[in-house]
């Protein structure tokens, strides 16, 4: 072995500049934080041959004093902590004194600076962490630093560098991260001579977002804002539909730096539950402050990790935060204790109380009658985003945008499926072949106020209470076909929409489900495991209306299922259970698979003929922007404007 030696001071130094200097976006980080911390309203960044050739950072904040400028490059040289307790309460972006010693270390560097209250200024070489002499200089008020031939001195390093364009583009994504995390400060990123960012600087994050990510990601976001414990959560979120196939454009910020952690991952897409597809990722910028004393940003060397003290309060903030903006714009949420009550809501009760095959069979013994006309409550098939104009930073949106709709105000009048009793006790009536859609008269539940283009059959079941949609039909035996009085054509899955009323309703469990049983118990065959699985569940069971006991030999013996499953389905829904019983882990899990296979089952199947009725209370519950997306994250229905349609037959 050779002999033991501590290392000379500028090998130490090398060895320790790799840590914080990795690449050209390294530095442009920490002279950018630097910048920040001085503050700075305005910082302009420029880079040449993707940082390798030249990196140039100004900015307009303190300055530096020209007797303390050599000592800013000295390791562990810093003005922003004195005391060891200083640690525990970091309220800047730098903190280790290390960035200056490390770039220059590694680099040629020249800083230029001037402090307001000086009337000169100053400016420093220095090659290799060597510095020259500190001279004077007429330098505007602030501080730039010029790096150039970055690893010029660490060939090793020089080697692992990727293409320009590369780091460039890398250094492009930091300079997002730090506009977002400060959108009080005008941000600047010039490369070769091009300028690819350029934020406004005026205290709005929404310009910021508009400036750094674009037009399309912004408009696609939905206002955050919540909080608890300590804790505040800021910033925008995507809206469900707009999720994406990957989680590069989740950003969050704690106490305004920008950090990568697991745990607001987990937070954010928890919020999304159920309203995303598998493989989808929503998108955010979202903005964590907590007390200083609260977090621990000493983790990593680059600052991009922190650790929470109390974590559950972080997550709960978030995730909370998460849930009630996708609630407040209208998309389905998970049920709360404090949600309202679905028995308030008559349409709940049609599907609480009837078993689509039950309802099937009772509509098709029923005369054609007219069904009978409301006014719908107000609605709001528009609640996308802000809405941006082409030139214009988004403004914020508090409320989402309403249309006026007339009468929509109007009480909610009792609706022949929507009361439960009159639909369970159906008159003595002749049955009528084809009652769901009887020949002569066309399926024109609530109408739209009649216009001009109108042709004469469409008038028949219209009256002096108006809906602002009406349903022109079905087709496939599967899709609602709607018109909306802002003229577009909406295409309904209505078993995707189904399956999200269902699935809502059980999840609310405001109440046990309704029952019903089997006229002679059913002895179901699942074999021993999975006969034993479902044994073993017996409650979760009972909570989604199944009464089941052992039978011995891996049966089941089932007495009552809940009362909206179809009687034939009983063995296979049993055995779906039990095999997602098997990969359910905890018991939220299990409950949750139960949830999704009971709305599946529970609800009426593309194929299947629909009644009137039951396709109106469905699109009902999409024209008021009730439901968007089945529990699988699938969307309930597709919307062609007028406009659209115009452009496929060429009219516009
Ligand atoms: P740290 O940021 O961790 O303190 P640095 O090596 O990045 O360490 O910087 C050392 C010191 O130099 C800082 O503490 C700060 O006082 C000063 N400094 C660096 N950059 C600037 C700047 N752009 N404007 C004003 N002061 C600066
Ligand atoms: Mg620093």
Not at 14 to 31: D, F, N, Q, T, Y
Not at 110 to 122: F, L, N, S, Y
Not at 386 to 406: H, N, T
Request: charged residues 25%; hydrophobic residues 40%.
């Amino acid at each position: 072995m050779p002999q033991i030696q501590q290392l000379a001071p500028h090998v130490a130094d090398l060895i320790a500049a790799g840590e914080v200097v990795e690449r050209p976006a390294s530095v442009v980080k920490e002279l950018v934080e630097n910048a920040v911390d001085a503050g700075a309203s305005a910082v302009a960044v420029e880079l040449r041959r993707g940082g390798m050739g030249l990196i140039r950072v100004s900015d307009n904040g303190c300055g530096i004093a020209a007797a303390e400028l050599p000592t800013a490059f000295l390791r562990h040289a810093t003005s922003k902590l004195r005391e060891p307790e200083d640690l525990g309460k970091i309220g800047t972006l730098g903190f280790r004194g290390e960035a200056l010693a490390a770039i220059s270390a590694v680099s040629r560097v020249e800083i230029q600076t001037r402090r307001r209250e000086d009337r000169v200024g100053a400016v420093l070489r220095l090659e290799g962490g060597i510095p020259g002499e500190t001279e004077e200089s007429g330098a505007p008020e602030g501080t730039t630093i010029l790096v150039r031939d970055l690893f010029y001195n660490t060939p090793a390093r020089l080697k692992f560098m990727k293409k320009d364009s590369a780091e460039a583009a890398a250094a492009g994504g930091l300079m997002q991260h730090l506009a977002l995390s400060h959108p009080d400060i005008s941000f600047k990123f010039l490369k070769d001579g091009a300028e690819t960012l350029h934020t406004p600087g005026d205290g709005r994050l929404d310009s910021a977002v508009y400036a750094a990510l674009g037009r399309d990601f912004a408009r696609s976001l939905l206002p955050v804002r919540g909080g608890g414990d300590g804790v505040s959560v800021s910033g925008f979120i995507t809206q469900p539909l707009q999720c994406r196939g990957s989680r590069s454009m989740q950003v969050f910020f704690v106490n305004g730096r920008f950090i990568k952690s697991q745990l607001l991952t987990a937070a954010l897409e928890e919020g999304y539950r159920n309203q995303i597809m598998k493989g989808r990722f929503p998108g955010c910028v979202l903005a964590v402050t907590l007390p200083v004393t609260a977090v621990d940003v000493n983790v990593h060397p680059a600052k991009t990790q922190v650790k929470f003290a109390q974590e559950k309060a972080v997550f709960d903030a978030v995730y909370h935060a998460v849930l009630d903006s996708l609630a407040e714009w209208g998309g389905p949420i998970p049920a709360s204790p404090a949600a309202p009550k679905a028995a308030g809501n008559p349409q709940g009760d049609f599907f609480r109380s009837m078993d689509v095959k039950t309802y099937r069979e009772q509509e098709a013994s029923k005369p054609a009658a007219p069904p009978p006309k409301a006014p719908r409550p107000a609605w709001n098939t528009e609640r996308a985003g802000f809405r941006l104009s082409d030139s214009a930073p988004p403004l914020s949106r508090k409320q989402p945008p309403e249309r006026p709709v007339p009468g929509s105000r109007a009480p909610f009048p009792p609706l022949r499926g929507d009361a439960p009793d009159s639909v369970l006790k159906p008159e003595p009536a002749p049955p009528v072949t084809q009652a769901a859609f009887p020949a002569a008269e066309p399926p024109f539940v609530p109408a739209i106020p009649r216009r001009e283009t109108e042709l004469p059959g469409q008038e028949a079941l219209e009256s002096a209470e108006e809906a602002p949609w009406r349903i022109a039909g079905e087709v496939l035996r599967t899709y609602i076909v709607c018109e909306s009085g802002d003229g577009c054509v909406w295409l309904i899955d209505k078993h995707a929409a189904h399956e999200r009323v269902n699935f809502d309703r059980l999840n609310a469990a405001l109440e046990p489900p309704m029952r019903q049983a089997l006229l002679t118990p059913a002895a179901v065959e699942l074999g021993r495991e999975d006969g034993a699985l479902l044994l073993e569940n017996l409650p979760l069971l009972e909570e989604f209306g199944f009464s089941c006991e052992d039978f011995g030999g891996g049966a089941v013996l089932v007495r009552e299922v809940p009362a909206d499953l179809d009687a034939g389905d009983v063995a296979a829904t049993l055995e779906e259970i039990a095999g997602k019983l098997r990969s359910g882990r905890s018991p939220a899990q299990r409950r949750e698979a139960l949830l999704h296979t009971m709305a599946c089952k529970a609800a009426v199947k593309a194929g299947w003929k629909s009644g009137p009725e039951e396709l109106r209370v469905l699109a009902d519950k999409v024209q008021s922007g009730e439901i968007r997306y089945c529990p699988h994250g699938r969307p309930v229905a597709v919307k062609l404007t007028k406009y659209e349609l115009e452009k496929m037959f060429k009219r516009a």
